[in-house]
């Protein structure tokens, strides 16, 4: 099963570029990698998704090397509203057409003034 | 236009209690959970109903019971609430023919149980 690791946590200024790295190493092949962002008192938001080398949107770059067993989510000059905890998830085939979508610890982001 | 709905946002019981979470959604998603987040932030998967059937149930106690009327709403009842019942409770959506992960969540409904 896809096991996620990622750090507990980051303290970043405003204005700088975040980059958390997230390792999934029994990623499947059919597999896509997605994050989501958590708020105090909301629930997790649907961030960026990929399955390999670079994703962009309006919010965030997602890189993905060759060999897929690591992510890294890019935050473009993050200010106090991206304080928040990021979650790196991958889901576990568990078998019989169903997977296991067990988001893993999370890292939370402190963005300082 | 709120996507994915719960009903209590918060509440507070006695344990031996048995309550219940109401969750719709809104957006046409064939595929809805249930997600625990305890007090250190783990969100774990409890239930996921797949067009009214159930294709993921974690082990979780049988006090626990998810109920889907029809696949816009995944309703879940607690029987004999203990005092480790308490936690924020997640209910999400998705379309599963867009990939497996791409979850909405709704706010989450704190339960405290006494």
């Known amino acids: 099963l896809a096991k996620t690791t990622q750090p507990i946590s980051m303290d970043s200024y405003e204005g700088q570029e975040v980059n958390i790295t997230c390792s999934h190493n029994n990623i499947a092949t059919n597999d896509y990698i997605t994050w989501y962002q958590q708020f105090p008192s909301q629930g997790p938001r649907f961030i960026i998704q990929?399955?390999?080398t670079k994703v962009t949107n309006e919010v965030a770059s997602l890189f993905i090397p060759a060999d897929r067993k690591s992510s890294t989510l890019s935050l473009p000059r993050v200010s106090l509203s991206d304080t928040a905890v990021y979650y790196c998830?991958?889901?576990?085939?568990?078998?019989?057409?169903?997977?296991?979508?067990?988001f893993g610890k999370g890292t939370k982001l402190s963005v300082i003034p | 236009d709120t996507a994915v709905s719960q009903t209590p946002k918060y509440l507070v019981t006695q344990m031996g209690n048995d309550k219940s979470i109401k969750c719709e959604q809104n957006?046409?998603?064939?595929?809805m959970y249930w997600y625990k987040q305890d007090s250190k932030k783990f969100l774990k998967i409890m239930f996921s109903?797949?067009?009214?059937?159930?294709?993921i149930n974690e082990t979780v106690p049988n006090r626990f019971s998810p109920k889907s009327p029809d696949k816009a709403h995944l309703n879940l009842h607690i029987n004999s609430l203990e005092l480790g019942d308490s936690a924020v409770y997640f209910c999400?959506?998705?379309?599963?023919?867009?990939?497996?992960?791409?979850?909405?969540f709704g706010a989450g409904s704190r339960l405290t149980v006494l």
């Open positions: 957006l046409g998603h064939d595929t």
């Open positions: 998830l991958v889901p576990a085939y568990s078998g019989a057409g169903s997977y296991q979508l067990t």
């Open positions: 109903y797949n067009n009214k059937e159930l294709i």
């Open positions: 999400a959506s998705s379309l599963l023919n867009t990939g497996p992960n791409v979850l909405t």
């Open positions: 990929g399955y390999k």
